[in-house]
């Protein structure tokens, strides 16, 4: 045999315990990652074929997705925020979403005001590889535009490659850890408790929590240029689609509430009226104020318990209510 | 780029096709040259752009200084003044990036100097200087081409972490054409494998126990730091000795033969081997243009001891700017001086108790370091000696030393493999075309052997190789 070929079949060979692996982290998903990844199977899925016909889309993180219970908020609205996103994860959600199923009628926008500053779960998006090989290379672009930290990181390239092939040195831990398949059962029941509560889902489920939340470590409106250049495009997106949009702000809890920076409330509320002034866009509604609500409707120190959810709800419908957002145009 | 990362694999494979391309098209062998370098540029400058100018101005000085050495200053005193220039010149560069900052806060806490301390530059520079050097001492030609050399001075595999090569054995394979050759190229695919075997399987899960331990020194005992370092002593060993065993590896797929760095330094039975078999082309380096310039063993008994001390001590001050690398430094080399003095009792030693004795005072020698800073240094070495708490032992599972079950048996499995390796290494002198000569079936098992054991280990991380601070 040519000395050439010969190295190449055993190289062959010699590789296929690698794809083995690669294969099993492409092709069994739900049955080794943790909870969160249900998040997105669940928002992707419902993305290509709704559960239910929503006429009003929740849009948001892990706050929105913790805090709006869209069956007492009004009929025919969906949770379609995703835990860990940021903006720029939910633009590509979005506008996926509109591609499928057209663009809903209304939507409340909900991201942490921290979430405007750090972008804290990139990896994971790249672990979960909903996003495509295009939308990660454009958000790569961005992110060296904009020299972000996280995004554009060195080593970042490699590392994509490696999350895109489902490389072992990124799955390995987790199938280890699940015994491979030992979490099929647990997601597949978090996937149905979602379906059932119309994409709520609960992160912290405690009676109370006194702990102080991310926004207090900010002392000023320290923004990732490239977390704007999504929020402004996602609000543009659905703007652009005639979308009657609410922003609208998480509750804190009153730990966090009482020492949270001054300046870096100023500056949030400062750039979101910015974003409401800078130019015409359809039908937006800013809530600006960074509603505080007693440590006992907290499930952990970031987002409100079921108690919690239910207020929150209550409160936002009823301000929906008032300025007629279900029957706008 | 780390020899453990997606980018180096894709790396590889890319620059070895190419080269073998140009060598087998080109009519020179100056483009397979022209190829080493701008691959090994890219290598380097792969992490900071910016270092590349400083391997390029070391390139320029040692390459300039060994032409003039060779055809243009002929005159004693002259040459000597040239060499003087040059060694001021590197070594001034490597003390700068090494030493400013540490002097500085010296001086000043407050107002210490940030230098960012270039990736490689300890071993670049030593290799750079052994050219001039050979070519000062007439055993080694100068090189015949500017890109020989350059390719000699940033050849990517040894231009992190060494082998430092002497120029004498490795620029005059720049001149050799290297093409295709299925033997060598599956020796050296067995070498890679296990340099990522030692990293991976090895060295990166006893890293999880050793961290673990040493980040809550303040409260563990004696026993569980003795047992930290010891574990430490092979972690080290398998870190370094893998980077080594990978650059040999992958400069043998590219038809290039790198000198040995370890061999099996575990096995030796006094300090002064030990360190024959350690680190062996930073050892020789000191050997060859510190110690012998100094007198060697030449000048007497005292002087012999004083040289030693002297060449331990500027090793622990080439591995970083700390009191802690000097320290251990003086360490080592008193070690070897107390070692000769007891010379005549150490001869009734049993050699096990011999081998045993030099694991020991090595593993004494890496709480130094190991340890942060001379104050926590202090703390654990108090603590081994007066906190040692025996019971710990009977207390202390293996299991829970961050490593769970799974990963200790894998530890155990690996460190057995480790052992079968090393001692055919040391009865055959290479293990690699010892299971290269083996029939298909043994042969097969122990390449699946390894690829199993390093995929399974990929999850463990791609930490850095420790020996790249230096």
Redesign the interface.
């Given at each position: 045999m040519n000395p050439k070929l010969k190295l190449l079949r055993n190289f062959i060979l010699l590789s296929i315990p690698l794809v083995i692996l690669c294969a099993l982290a492409f092709a069994l998903p739900m049955s080794y990652m943790t909870v969160e990844y249900v998040m997105w199977d669940e928002e992707f899925e419902n993305s290509a074929s709704p559960y239910i016909d929503a006429e009003t889309v929740i849009i948001g993180d892990s706050r929105a997705k913790s805090s709006v219970l869209p069956a007492l908020l009004h009929e025919d609205t969906y949770n379609i925020a995703i835990g860990g996103a940021t903006p720029i994860e939910m633009y590509y959600a979005t506008e996926n979403y509109i591609e499928h199923n057209g663009a809903p009628k209304n939507a409340v926008v909900i991201f942490a005001p921290y979430h405007f500053c750090d972008i804290d779960n990139w990896d994971q998006t790249l672990y979960f590889n909903f996003l495509s090989a295009d939308e990660i290379a454009e958000i790569y672009a961005k992110g060296i535009e904009t020299n972000d930290p996280v995004i554009a990181r060195k080593g970042r390239i490699g590392e994509m490659v490696s999350y895109r092939l489902r490389l072992p040195s990124k799955y390995l831990a987790q199938m280890y850890e699940s015994k491979f398949t030992g979490r099929k059962a647990e997601n597949r029941e978090k996937f149905d408790s979602i379906r059932a509560d119309l994409g709520y889902c609960e992160f912290g489920s405690a009676d109370g929590d006194d702990g102080e939340t991310h926004e207090v470590f900010h002392e000023y409106f320290d923004s990732s240029e490239e977390v704007l250049y999504y929020y402004e495009k996602l609000i543009d997106l659905l703007s652009d689609n005639e979308v009657n949009v609410v922003v609208a702000q998480p509750p804190i809890n009153q730990a966090s509430g009482d020492v949270i920076h001054k300046e870096f409330v100023d500056g949030y509320t400062d750039y979101l009226n910015n974003v409401m002034n800078q130019k015409r866009r359809y039908n937006l509604k800013m809530l600006t104020e960074i509603p505080v609500y007693p440590n006992e409707l907290f499930g952990d120190s970031i987002h409100v318990n079921r108690k919690g959810a239910e207020v929150y709800t209550k409160e936002l419908r009823d301000y929906l209510e008032s300025i007629d957002f279900w029957y706008r145009k | 780029m780390l020899f453990n990362?997606?980018?180096f694999a894709?790396f590889l494979p890319v620059v070895a096709i190419v080269y073998f391309i140009i060598e087998a098209k080109a009519k020179s062998h100056t483009a397979s040259n022209v190829w080493l370098v701008f691959v090994s540029y890219f290598y380097y400058m792969y992490?900071d752009a910016r270092y590349g100018l400083l391997l390029a101005a070391v390139t320029l000085v040692s390459y300039g200084s060994g032409y003039l050495l060779r055809y243009v200053v002929h005159e004693t005193r002259m040459r000597k003044k040239l060499l003087i220039l040059t060694v001021v010149l590197l070594i001034g560069t490597l003390f700068f990036f090494k030493y400013a900052g540490f002097l500085s806060s010296l001086i000043a806490k407050d107002k210490a100097l940030q230098i960012i301390l270039p990736v490689g530059i300890s071993f670049y520079i030593f290799q750079s200087l052994t050219y001039v050097f050979e070519i000062y001492q007439g055993k080694t030609e100068a090189a015949v081409s500017f890109i020989s050399y350059t390719a000699f001075a940033s050849f990517f595999p040894v231009l992190l972490s060494g082998p430092i090569e002497k120029s004498s054995h490795l620029l005059p394979q720049f001149e050799e054409e290297h093409h295709?050759?299925?033997e060598r190229?599956?020796h050296g695919l067995i070498r890679l494998s296990y340099g990522y075997f030692l990293k991976l399987v090895i060295a990166s899960r006893i890293a999880i126990a050793v961290d673990l331990i040493y980040d809550n020194y303040m409260d563990v005992t004696g026993y569980q730091l003795l047992l930290a370092t010891c574990l430490y002593s092979v972690q080290i060993f398998c870190d370094f000795a893998s980077y080594s065993t990978i650059a040999i590896g992958t400069a043998e797929i590219l038809g290039f033969k790198l000198t040995e760095n370890f061999t099996q330094p575990f096995f030796t039975d006094s300090c002064a081997t030990f360190w024959r078999h350690w680190h062996i082309t930073l050892n020789n380096w000191f050997k060859d243009y510190v110690y012998i310039p100094l007198g060697g063993n030449r000048k007497g008994t005292l002087r012999k001891y004083l040289n030693i001390f002297i060449v331990f001590t500027l090793s622990g001050m080439w591995h970083g700017a700390d009191i802690t690398y000097i320290l251990w430094g003086m360490i080592s080399g008193l070690f070897q001086i107390m070692e000769a003095l007891i010379a005549p009792l150490r001869a009734h030693f049993p050699r096990r108790l011999k081998v045993f004795f030099t694991f020991m005072l090595f593993t004494f020698s890496m709480f130094l370091f190991r340890s942060d800073d001379i104050a926590q240094a202090e703390i654990i070495i108090g603590k081994v000696f007066t906190q040692f708490e025996i019971s710990s032992i009977l207390t202390t599972s293996p299991f829970e030393l961050g490593l769970g079950v799974?990963n200790m048996l894998y530890l155990i499995a690996g460190m057995i493999v480790l052992i079968i390796y090393d001692v055919i290494n040391e009865r055959t002198g290479d293990a690699a075309s010892y299971i290269a000569a083996k029939k298909t079936p043994v042969r097969w098992a122990v390449?699946?052997l390894f690829?199993?054991m390093i995929?399974?280990s990929?999850?463990i991380?791609?930490q850095q190789f420790i020996y790249f601070k230096f």
């Open positions: - | 990362s997606v980018e894709i992490a295709f050759d299925y190229i599956r799974f390449y699946y690829v199993v995929l399974g990929a999850s991380g791609a």
